[in-house]
């Protein structure tokens, strides 16, 4: 394996110390980027961390300096805004650097649930029913759907504003979450049919040949029977909370015969509809009758160790220096050029 001179692009706030000291690692908000920038140089990489926030000179000039191979790029946002992300990497593309995970074209398309599931549609890849309502827009609720609804941000990502609040049963709870998402959020919102039942996840691998990975699935062991079952923001992020109900993830149980090969298939369509390219977690939600819904796609999603998408790449076989060690090399191998 040749030692590369990567350079990882991260928040600059998410800089892990070179001496975590006696830190719970498994709660700390940089374990990704530790974990990363251990795992490189462990494998023998020159490694180099690079904190940015909304400054590209940083960028350009650690590039011209250092002269790396290819950005790890873990960065979710740029200045603040999350769709700045693919700008960054359109950034990277000018400059002729390989980057790793998802190009500009399919993080775009990702990020904006709004989008994606227009493609679904016309893919027909099965999806809610959805309306997106854009911040300053009046708020209807159309004819062709029903409630119950799950209200989220178009674009944010994380279970960013996600709640219980977020289903809605009637249009005057419809209008208050809609409002929420305008002022708290800050984005357009979308709202979708909800789908009840049980979520499932789906990670993907690759440029133009794909590797899909078993499918995980989102555990309420100890949840009311009369709660709906949602990765709210809680779910997400809550050690507190996710102890107290329960809450976890690990691989699908007992799904109907040739159901994981159906929701692998389709997981493949997703990523292929939006050119992704790199690596990507696919969610889906399965109801009572055994029909499956995409609900979302997110390019580069969380690669921590222990993380969902790692976890369930060592079920198939891959270690996770083995994971980031083929990420790098589709980074490497990946040509802006020859999208779509």
């Known amino acids: 394996m040749k030692k590369l001179r990567v350079l990882v692009l991260m928040h600059e706030d998410l800089v892990p110390p070179e001496n975590p000291g006696d830190v719970d690692l498994a709660t700390v908000a940089w374990k990704t980027e530790y974990d990363v920038v251990t795992t490189l140089r462990e494998m023998g990489h020159e490694v180099r961390p690079l904190g940015v926030r909304s400054d590209l000179d940083v960028i350009r000039t650690a590039i011209e300096e250092w002269k790396p191979h290819i ?5 979710e946002e740029f200045d603040g805004v999350a769709v700045y992300d693919q700008n960054v990497v359109s950034y990277l593309e000018l400059l002729r650097v390989p980057y790793t995970g998802c190009n500009p074209w399919g993080l775009m398309l990702g990020r904006h649930k709004g989008l994606s599931k227009k493609i679904f549609s016309y893919h027909r890849i099965p999806a809610p029913q959805f309306v997106v309502f854009p911040v300053g827009r009046r708020v209807k609720f159309p004819k062709r759907m029903s409630f119950p609804a799950i209200v989220k ?58 590797q899909v ?12 029977e009369d709660e709906h079952r949602i990765a709210t923001a809680r779910v997400k992020w809550s050690h507190k909370y996710r102890a107290k109900y329960g809450i976890g993830s690990g ?34 939600r399965l109801d009572a009758d055994g029909n499956v819904f995409v609900l979302e796609a997110n390019p580069n999603p969380e690669i921590a160790y222990g993380d969902d998408f790692a976890e369930s790449a060592e079920l198939a076989g891959v270690s996770y220096a083995a994971l980031l060690q083929r990420i790098v090399n589709l980074g490497l191998n990946w040509r802006p050029d020859r999208l779509g």
């Open 251 to 284: 691989p699908a149980k007992e799904l109907p015969e040739g159901l994981t090969e159906r929701i692998q298939a389709l997981a493949k369509r997703v990523y292929r509809s939006l050119e992704l390219s790199g690596y990507a977690r696919l969610d889906f």
């Open 213 to 224: 990975f078993p499918v995980w699935e989102l555990y309420f062991a100890r949840m009311p």
């Open 153 to 210: 941000s178009v674009s944010q990502e994380a279970s960013l504003g996600i709640s219980k609040a977020s289903i809605v049963d009637d249009e005057a709870r419809l209008r208050e979450r809609v409002a929420f998402v305008h002022g708290h959020v800050g984005t357009d919102a979308i709202v979708e049919q909800y789908i009840e039942g049980r979520e499932l996840y789906v990670g993907v691998l690759g440029n133009t040949r794909l």
């Open 71 to 75: 950005a790890f790029n873990l960065l």
